[in-house]
């Protein structure tokens, strides 16, 4: 099983992905870099082997779902208005994805399927 970790760099304000473990080898991608991103960056697989990578876009102050493998990935809006303390969980049974994010001003813990 290949290791899998997503990488926030708080110096270069970017999210890799690290790939390709053989021996002693250990490579990676950056998959976002413009601007506070990759704040409480989460990792989850779907039943067909696609890497899944939520995290906050300080900038934008929006939640991110980053889809694919490498060198593919795609990414989509999850929601806007907040993402801080993003955290995730799946089910095991079905494997629906959920998430948890602060929302400022309301001062609220909000909760979202990713569908």
């Known amino acids: 099983m290949t290791p899998c970790v997503p990488i926030f760099s708080a110096r270069a304000l970017s999210i890799s992905w690290p790939f ?3 021996a002693i080898s250990l ?3 950056r ?8 704040l409480y960056t989460q990792l989850y697989f779907t039943a067909d082997g696609l890497a899944n990578i939520i995290y906050y876009n300080r900038k934008n102050d929006v939640v ?3 889809t694919g493998d490498i060198p593919n990935w795609t990414p ?10 993003l955290a995730l969980a799946t089910n095991p049974l079905d494997g629906v994805a959920s998430y948890t994010w602060f929302q400022p001003g309301v001062a609220k813990l909000r909760v979202a399927d990713i569908v």
Not at 31 to 38: C, D, E, N, P
Not at 76 to 85: C, F, N, P, V
Request: charged share 20%; hydrophobic share 20%; proline share 0%.
């Open 20 to 22: 390709g473990y053989r």
């Open 27 to 29: 490579s990676s991608q």
């Open 31 to 38: 998959i976002a870099s413009k601007g506070a991103q990759g």
């Open 64 to 66: 991110i779902k980053v």
């Open 76 to 85: 989509s809006e999850l929601q806007t208005g907040g993402g801080r303390y």
